[in-house]
């Protein structure tokens, strides 16, 4: 199962939609705190909308907490961040993968970088700063699940869409 991990999130509304695309998707999330929010917040439902029930979400006190629980169970982690080299579609994700995408703010400190398994941009053009942290999660996450990485997620989507994968 691919999963989506969001280090220390600001904005609620961005974690509502988040939870929603994973909802939808059949990703797992891994939220590690704190958060700038508390995570009952009205802007959070609002945005996740009756999404929430049908997503698995675990909540992580620290880095260090979720970092031993995803060593433990042999979880690979590959960094969204602006300052990688490869771009996410030259990325081979694996089942298992776990998408970190970093602070609104503030992305994620060097310590957390240099814990990545590997790291992945996704290209804008020269000049911009960033994309919108769900925009980039659900371009590298759809990727990932285009590639095979989430194991039958994807086409439970696509055949009740009417396509074949």
Request: glycine letters at 10%; hydrophobic letters at 45%.
């Amino acid at each position: 199962m691919l999963r989506l991990a969001l280090y220390q999130p600001d904005i609620p509304q961005n974690t509502g939609t988040l939870l929603r695309m994973a909802a939808c998707l059949g990703l797992a999330v891994e939220i590690i705190e704190p958060a700038g929010f508390d995570v009952s917040d009205r802007h959070l439902r609002r945005s996740g909308l009756d999404y929430l029930d049908h997503v698995a979400i675990t909540r992580h006190r620290s880095w260090a907490a979720f970092s031993a629980w995803r060593v433990q169970e042999g979880i690979r982690l590959v960094l969204a961040t602006t300052a990688g080299a490869l771009p996410y579609t030259d990325f081979a994700f694996r089942d298992g993968d776990c998408v970190l995408m970093g602070r609104e703010s503030a992305g994620v400190p060097g310590a957390v970088h240099a814990a990545a398994d590997a790291r992945v941009v996704v290209p804008i053009r020269e000049g911009m700063r960033s994309l919108n942290v769900a925009v980039a999660a659900a371009m590298i996450c759809g990727e990932a699940i285009r590639q095979g990485a989430g194991q039958g997620t994807a086409q439970g989507v696509v055949l009740r869409a009417g396509l074949t994968p």
